[in-house]
Antibody, heavy 120, light 112 residues
Framework: QVQLVESGGGVVQPGTSLTLSCATS????????MHWVRQAPGRGLECVAVISYDGSSKHYADSVRGRFTISRDNSNNTLYLQINSLRAEDTAVYYC?????????????WGQGTLVAVSS | DVVMTQSPLFLPVTLGQPASISCRSS???????????LNWFHQRPGQSPRRLIY???NRDSGVPDRFSGSGSGTDFTLKISRVEAEDIGVYYCMQGSHWPPTFGQGTKVEIQ
């Protein structure tokens, strides 16, 4: 079955950088667009980045553009999110999510999430 | 960004009774390809969201038929015909017709 397993979260200081990973299995990773979605404590859900199946197209939310970089390694079925210049407002659970082959923004499966806590 | 507004934000329900959640978008969700990319997700406490409904009214595999979605344009509804105990949690609508995809604030469903 489809599995998405995030890692790389933790407690980090403001201004530092972090890279999240999402290991996938159970589907042909190289044919699916992928998203990163975050959920701040007690708040709703926010899509922060999406990448096309082959990595040629990327889009970012205005709130993270210039600081976040989404990438993928189709040979290792892994999705990444590099976060630079971390801010307190970046504190959230970060989910890796798969989108449908025929729907760039049609998220269907989610990972269990990894918590990023930005604190001095 | 497209603003998604859900109501109510808190929904006390009785087991075996129907329940309904409304979702409105700040602009039409009809995509240029003719589809309407409105989805519903359910998030149980401590879990990641699970998609229930896609493109307004299509149930995902394994979703009980007591869940149904309807609507068009900017107004959408999720209905549960008979609430069961496992239906508690937070329900989110999400639009995928415009970048970035945006979610409603969530409707917390609890058994009263």
């Amino acid at each position: 079955q489809v599995q998405l397993v995030e890692s790389g979260g933790g407690v980090v200081q403001p201004g530092t950088s972090l890279t999240l990973s999402c290991a996938t299995s159970g589907f042909t990773f190289s044919t699916y667009p992928m998203h990163w979605v975050r959920q701040a404590p007690g708040r709703g859900l926010e899509c922060v980045a999406v990448i096309s199946y082959d990595g040629s197209s990327k889009h970012y939310a205005d709130s993270v553009r210039g600081r976040f970089t989404i990438s993928r390694d189709n040979s290792n079925n892994t999705l990444y999110l590099q976060i630079n210049s971390l801010r307190a407002e970046d504190t959230a659970v970060y989910y890796c999510a798969r989108a449908q082959v025929d729907g760039y923004n049609q998220i269907d499966y989610w990972g269990q999430g990894t918590l990023v806590a930005v604190s001095s | 960004d497209v603003v998604m507004t859900q109501s109510p934000l808190f929904l006390p329900v009785t087991l075996g009774q129907p329940a309904s959640i409304s979702c409105r978008s700040s602009e039409s969700l009809v995509h240029s390809d003719g589809n309407t990319y409105l989805n519903w997700f359910h998030q149980r406490p401590g879990q990641s969201p699970r998609r229930l409904i896609y493109k307004v009214s299509n149930r995902d595999s394994g979703v009980p038929d007591r869940f149904s979605g309807s609507g068009s344009g900017t107004d959408f509804t999720l209905k549960i015909s008979r609430v069961e105990a496992e239906d508690i949690g937070v329900y989110y609508c999400m639009q995928g017709s415009h970048w970035p995809p945006t979610f409603g604030q969530g409707t917390k469903v609890e058994i009263q």
